[in-house]
């Protein structure tokens, strides 16, 4: 009897552990879901945006979800590109801005009586 009742606990035991385990997948897998469904939506107003209409007309192509979503990848590829490679040059350009317009506020009170 007593063999029979701890095989018995032991069963419900494994049970509620494997349900728990299935139980907290399942939730896993639906919030992932959920996030893939909230990263398609589109933005608001995307088939009126200036710089996609622009890029479109130029690659000659309809507004679709798919094109704004090529638009967007590409774009997102380009400012990354973009930040990496001209931030140093614009740093060197703005010092050397900065020191022309020292120059000349010298010069131009050194002209004046």
């Known amino acids: 009897m007593r063999k029979n009742l701890g095989h018995s606990l032991l069963a419900l035991l494994l049970a509620a552990v494997l349900g728990t385990g299935l139980v907290m997948g399942a ?18 107003g995307w088939m009126y945006d200036m710089r996609y209409t622009v890029w479109r007309t130029r690659n000659g192509l309809s507004a679709t979800p798919q094109t704004w979503k090529k638009y967007a990848r590409e774009r997102d590829r380009f400012t990354r590109r973009d ?24 010069q131009g009170s050194a002209l004046l009586p």
């Open 27 to 44: 939730d896993a897998a639906m919030s992932a879901r959920s996030s893939r469904r909230r990263r398609n939506v589109l933005p608001v």
């Open 83 to 106: 930040r990496g490679i001209y931030s140093p040059l614009l740093d060197t350009l703005d010092g050397a801005v900065e020191d022309i317009s020292a120059i000349i506020e010298a």
